[in-house]
């Protein structure tokens, strides 16, 4: 069996929408956002741009990197900037992906081909371009018949040819951690907590540890549900593990932007010895998953 699953964010979208559709205790307001945030040590009032008012035990500020509930709740972030862009986009090739995800590791970052579901006819995969933030801005500017060919050259023709399948984004790579992890009466998840660069798919890994922990927690005491020892209980849950992650793939990055030949050599060395040291490339998996240690 493979030690995890790649899912189209259609899917995940499709699946979510229809498992909130069918919960009788959920208020689904989409394109509806927060305009303010009042909180006391017993409950939590926030605005929405409707105008209408929830009052809640518990906020989980979801928001987004930019998010204005951890903004309101007055929680700081450092933000680190490495000065790269990533492209992303979807094409299609010759030789089936066999469901396995690909990080080919260059100077400027990696280059990651994730599988998706067959586009007319021909394997297809999804692609997130690592690089220096003006040649990122450059490639965007190419016409598709000279991305094309660039693109498959990055790839080292790992899969044939590449046929741009979609249009293609751009974003700024950044690594970004919250201060805390909560405030009074809100707790952060997900981007509003913490922001990586897309290395080894860790994001949305990160962001559903979260959840679990902030469920388990709030089973476990259904009357203590926001306050301050539940919100204490979720920091100390999650923090050393955001921090060890964030820092990990930040190391991770700046290994690939090496330039000279000495950290490339040093690079291509250490990426080779995790490839043939099966027991710590299965180690790592299974970090990356949440699941080391958990083995029964």
């Not at 009032?45 to 709740?73: C, E, F, H, W, Y």
């Not at 209980?233 to 991770?252: F, P, T």
Request: aromatic residues 6%.
């Amino acid at each position: 069996l493979p030690f995890g699953w790649n899912f189209p964010n259609y899917v995940l979208r499709r699946e979510m929408l229809a498992r909130l559709d069918a919960l009788p205790n959920v208020d689904f307001r989409p394109g509806t956002g927060t305009t303010s945030l009042f909180t006391r040590s017993q409950m939590a009032k926030v605005t929405l741009s409707d105008g209408t008012k929830v009052q809640t035990k518990l906020v989980i500020a979801a928001d987004g990197r930019n998010s204005p509930m951890r903004q309101a709740a007055g929680i700081d972030v450092t933000t680190k900037r490495y000065g790269q862009k990533a492209l992303a986009f979807a094409v299609t090739h010759p030789i089936p992906h066999e469901n396995v995800s690909t990080e080919i590791h260059r100077t400027g970052g990696p280059f990651t081909l994730v599988p998706l579901p067959d586009f007319n006819g021909l394997p297809c995969s999804a692609v997130v371009w690592m690089d220096d933030g003006a040649k990122s801005k450059a490639r965007m500017d190419l016409d598709t018949a000279a991305f094309e060919e660039e693109m498959s050259v990055r790839s080292c023709h790992h899969f044939g040819p590449l046929t741009l399948a979609s249009k293609r984004s751009i974003w700024p790579i950044i690594s970004q951690t919250a201060s805390a992890l909560s405030g009074q009466r809100i707790a952060l998840i997900a981007e509003a907590a913490h922001v990586v660069p897309p290395i080894g798919a860790q994001g949305l890994n990160m962001s559903l540890r979260d959840m679990g922990a902030l469920l388990e927690l709030a089973t476990a005491r259904p009357d203590g549900l926001g306050d301050a020892e539940m919100l204490m209980a979720y920091e100390k849950a999650r923090m050393g593990d955001i921090k060890l992650r964030v820092r990990g793939i930040d190391l991770l990055n700046r290994a690939s932007q090496a330039s000279s030949p000495a950290l490339r050599d040093a690079r291509a060395m250490g990426l080779n010895a995790l490839y043939n040291l099966g027991p710590v490339r299965k180690t790592l998996m299974q970090m990356g998953l949440g699941v080391a240690g958990k083995q029964g």
